[in-house]
T-cell receptor, first 117, second 114 residues
Framework: AQTVTQSQPEMSVQEAETVTLSCTYDTSESDYYLFWYKQPPSRQMILVIRQEAYKQQNATENRFSVNFQKAAKSFSLKISDSQLGDAAMYFCAYRSAWTGTASKLTFGTGTRLQVTL | DAGVTQSPTHLIKTRGQHVTLRCSPISGHKSVSWYQQVLGQGPQFIFQYYEKEERGRGNFPDRFSARQFPNYSSELNVNALLLGDSALYLC?????????????FGQGTRLTVV
């Protein structure tokens, strides 16, 4: 079974600064997808960024980028130029690429990000 | 277009009762998945339905059941409620299965069992 670990329960960053959230995972599969989701107080999970394991290039989405280290099974999220609206719970998630199984997401326990003025 | 809608938003039930949670996927999406998110934890997969058939089940007791209707909406049922069933229940819809399509989440139903 796959597991996802987020070792930082809480992080804080000043507005306009950069912060990195850590995530490690364990799997015996070679093909999979990794995600970062944001959950604001409104509770709705919002996809921030996605990485396909077969792609060596790190994914980027505007101010959000990842550092994907497949051999180390590490998948960190970097938020640049942090904004007050970035304050939320951030979850790292894994999904198998094998088509013979449910498209289930396995989530970590989350990191609460605070953004201060 | 409306996103994933869940009802009700909040619910309080007594131990031993039964509850039904509802989810309407994004128009055109045929797959619905259910997740349980206990306070302070990440969501845990409960079920996936696609084209009205169960495609996957997580490690939950038989008190949990679900179904998907011809219009692709879905219900999650929980019988004999326990205090530990108190959680945020999230529904996610996606266009297809098993092909790789993005999951979109609703705002969840907050269930409190007293």
């Amino acid at each position: 079974a796959q597991t996802v670990t987020q070792s930082q329960p809480e992080m804080s960053v000043q507005e306009a600064e950069t912060v990195t959230l850590s995530c490690t995972y364990d799997t015996s599969e070679s093909d999979y997808y990794l995600f970062w989701y944001k959950q604001p107080p409104s509770r709705q999970m919002i996809l921030v960024i996605r990485q396909e394991a077969y792609k060596q290039q790190n994914a980027t989405e505007n101010r959000f980028s990842v550092n994907f280290q497949k051999a180390a099974k590490s998948f960190s999220l970097k938020i640049s130029d942090s904004q007050l609206g970035d304050a939320a719970m951030y979850f790292c998630a894994y999904r198998s690429a094998w088509t013979g199984t449910a498209s289930k997401l396995t989530f970590g326990t989350g990191t609460r990000l605070q953004v201060t003025l | 277009d409306a996103g994933v809608t869940q009802s009700p938003t909040h619910l309080i039930k007594t131990r031993g009762q039964h509850v039904t949670l509802r989810c309407s996927p994004i128009s055109g999406h045929k797959s619905v998945s259910w997740y349980q998110q206990v306070l302070g934890q990440g969501p845990q997969f409960i079920f996936q339905y696609y084209e009205k058939e169960e495609r996957g089940r997580g490690n939950f007791p038989d008190r949990f059941s679900a179904r998907q209707f011809p219009n692709y909406s879905s219900e999650l049922n929980v019988n004999a409620l326990l205090l530990g069933d108190s959680a945020l229940y999230l529904c996610a819809s996606s266009f297809g299965w098993p092909e790789n399509t993005e999951a979109f989440f609703g705002q969840g139903t907050r269930l409190t069992v007293v």
